[in-house]
């Protein structure tokens, strides 16, 4: 599993629930990643498996605005994939000993 978040969301786990988030973080199956937020950047939420992809939407100031992608369709998962490695590329993984 990977987790991709903005800085302030990274921030707000480490405040809230930061011995949780260290526990996620030293699992082998996970890689946490901060995005290189250059502003104040707000990516979709994703949830993208071998057979079904969710994305949702938020507006420009960050509220959940009901924009929402559900789908089987295999072009859907391709379109979800090349956003993944999109954000992917502009972030930092975190080093698990943190």
């Known amino acids: 599993m990977t987790i991709i978040a903005t800085?302030?969301?990274y921030e707000r786990f480490v405040e809230d629930h930061e011995i949780r988030l260290k526990e996620i973080i030293q699992k082998e199956?996970?890689?946490?990643?901060?995005l290189n937020d250059k502003g104040n950047a707000i990516g979709p939420s994703m949830t993208?498996?071998?057979?079904f992809t969710y994305i949702y939407f938020f507006n420009t100031d960050g509220?959940?605005?009901n924009k929402i992608i559900v789908s089987t369709e295999d072009s859907t998962r391709s379109w979800a994939k090349e956003l993944y490695k999109y954000?992917?590329?502009?972030?930092t993984a975190?080093?698990?000993e943190i």
């Open 94 to 96: 975190l080093d698990r």
């Open 29 to 34: 199956n996970v890689t946490f990643m901060i």
């Open 87 to 91: 954000y992917k590329k502009q972030s």
């Open 63 to 65: 509220v959940y605005d």
């Open 48 to 51: 993208l498996t071998d057979v």
């Open 7 to 9: 800085p302030k969301v």
